[in-house]
């Protein structure tokens, strides 16, 4: 069971591990194939591969370009482009209700990553001291909200929730979000504490560390990519959701996701705030991949002088 | 150390209450039929004949089969060749290239499933089509990623090894790359076949009310008739769908990888 959930992890988190993954092996095959490579007949699968490659890429982006392009469309169609414009975006920061929404995704994700990554975390370095027995069932139970499918754990929730008489609404959503996530963060956390070598924290303690300090100083700084990995899967998980929360908000409380789903009509400011979010992302990820490459950067320029 | 366990009784007092808990009710309420407001339980299997009696249930059922089999399927053809061009890049292009098919993945799934909703206005496809069509787009980078993930950690000389015993591309590729990627074959299967089962918001937004799969059902049991017990009832139904699927697929993995 637990192969499928860390599958899962792993293709949302590729990002980070796709990096991981082709540096750690140097193909001796590139060379061997290079002679063979003047051949007509591998420069015309070579064609095929990239063309290939390139359609899949169109498909890929298809929705995502369409969305920043209507966002501009002077008229109301989602079929016909007919001027450039900015109404959609003054429209949507008119709308309120349209406001409300991303006011709402926001607030809930960032709550309900800080609440699941701590506990989470808290939870993950317990396990890795609790006995063989223990750790196994908690962490398959654990692994339940992954691999059910989505459905399945809104209704289980709106259940509890309902039988327990909690009113739907942000609490409700909040908690929601949290139980989904804790399971990625501590997905992501585990693996890595399994790798820590237990007798540094040993070595801080016998040293007159408390376990307080053990912990914050010793573990936790170690750890700290995959929390930082798990953290940033949580608030990714909460942003995308629409099945659990649709199944546990309130009336007035909706998530962006809601918002668009109870839409009549189509609308186009639909397509500028996504649009927005695409920008926001973009320059995220950018950050992200750029700033290991400024570190090491850094490093290597102050190495020398070490040296 | 030992005391560090401690740490962890927060997080299981949470899993009894939002994990188990929530999945004893929905079991709860798939074998009564007044729900307990009471506390009269009602014990019964109505809920579950009551699914398989109908003609227009299991019509959904196989519909909802039907659809995810054929997307996964299709990711799989489609998602293949993808992966294995992607492994033969060069290392840097490789990295770039997989950045590449998960950017999308950060952007939310309900605005690219609306975006979809326009692009498709334009044709005049049949709904099942058009939900089809949204299924493989939302599940396809799951496939290319896991088969790519098994490929790309394929020991190289494997294939200089086989070339140096005559060989040719395409023999390689059968009696080497294609066995060596079985698992990532299963479990790309896996990523997609379950959430398409499941799926219950692309043929909402993409099936204009045509397309009703078995996550619909369940949803219109609980939104709109109000009928929880059944509602539950068709949960647990697709849950055992999922878990034998799982089971299965993982019985294939083992039995590949002991070949």
């Known amino acids: ?32 194939g290079e002679p063979m490579q003047k051949k007509p007949a591998k420069h015309l699968t070579r064609i095929f591969s990239s063309s290939y490659l390139i359609l899949i890429l169109l498909f890929v982006y298809l929705p995502i370009v369409y969305l920043v392009l209507f966002s501009f469309n002077s008229g109301k169609s989602p079929s016909s482009f007919d001027g450039f414009s900015m109404r959609w975006y003054e429209a949507l920061f008119r709308d309120r209700t349209m406001l409300e929404s991303i006011y709402v995704t926001l607030i809930v994700a960032v709550i309900s990553t800080v609440v699941s990554t701590v506990v989470g975390t808290v939870a993950a370095i317990g396990l890795s ?3 063989r027995l223990i750790r196994t069932v908690v962490l398959e139970v654990n692994n339940l909200p992954v691999l059910n499918p989505d459905i399945v754990t809104a209704i289980g929730l709106m259940l509890l929730f309902m039988s327990i008489k909690i009113q739907p609404g942000m609490l409700t959503l909040i908690l929601s979000h949290i139980s989904f996530c804790i399971p990625f963060v501590i997905l992501s956390v585990m693996p890595k504490l399994r790798q820590l070598d237990d007798n540094v924290a040993e070595a801080a303690l016998d040293l007159g560390a408390t376990p307080f300090k053990a912990l914050t100083r010793v573990i936790i700084p170690q ?5 930082l990995t798990g953290a940033l899967l949580a608030f990714s998980m909460s942003l995308d959701d629409f099945v659990v929360s649709y199944f546990n908000a309130g009336p007035g409380t909706n998530t962006i996701s809601m918002y668009v789903e109870s ?9 500028a705030m996504a649009t ?12 992200a991949n750029l700033v290991p490459i400024i570190k090491d950067k850094k490093a290597q320029k102050e190495e020398p002088k070490n040296a | 150390m030992k005391s560090f366990f401690r740490m962890s009784y927060p997080y299981i007092l949470w899993i009894g209450i939002f994990i188990v808990a929530p999945m004893l009710m929905i079991f709860l309420y798939s074998i009564t039929n007044t729900g307990n407001e009471t506390l009269t339980f009602q014990f019964t299997a109505d809920n579950f004949a009551r699914f ?37 890049l060069s290392d ?11 950017l999308p993945m950060w952007i939310n799934m309900v605005l690219k499933t609306y975006a979809w909703r326009g692009i498709l206005m334009n044709f005049d496809f049949a709904s099942e089509f058009k939900v089809f069509i949204g299924m493989v787009y939302d599940f396809l980078p799951f496939m290319i990623i896991q088969i790519h993930t098994a490929i790309a950690k394929l020991d190289p000389n494997l294939l200089v090894a ?16 294609l066995p060596l990627s079985v698992p990532g074959i299963i479990s790309g299967i896996t990523l997609v076949f379950l959430p398409a089962v499941s799926s219950f918001f692309i043929p909402k937004m993409l099936g204009n009310g045509n397309v009703v799969l078995i996550g619909n059902l369940i949803e219109m049991c609980f939104k709109k008739t109000g009928d929880w017990n059944f509602g539950s009832a068709i949960s647990l139904i697709m849950a055992l769908i999922i878990i034998t699927s799982m089971w299965a697929t993982k019985k294939l993995d083992r039995s590949a990888q002991e070949d």
């Open chain 1, 263 to 271: 839409m009549k009509r189509y609308n186009l400011s639909v397509n």
């Open chain 1, 129 to 131: 001291k609790a006995k």
């Open chain 1, 276 to 287: 927005l979010f695409v920008v926001v992302v973009a320059l995220i990820l950018l950050l």
């Open chain 2, 52 to 88: 398989f009696r109908d003609p227009d249930f299991v019509r959904i059922l196989i519909t909802s089969l039907r659809i995810a089999l054929l997307t996964t399927i299709v990711c799989l053809l489609i998602g293949y060749p993808a992966a294995l061009f992607i492994a033969n």
């Open chain 2, 162 to 177: 086989a070339h140096d015993l005559g060989a040719n591309k395409v023999k390689s590729f059968l009696k080497v790359t």
């Open chain 1, 223 to 227: 750890i700290a990519p995959a929390i």
């Open chain 2, 92 to 102: 840097r292009k490789q990295t770039f290239m997989i950045l590449l098919m998960t």
């Open chain 1, 1 to 32: 069971m637990g192969n499928v959930s860390t599958n899962r992890l792993a293709g949302i988190s590729m990002v980070q591990n796709s990096e991981l993954e082709t540096t750690k092996k140097k193909r001796p095959a590139d060379n061997s």
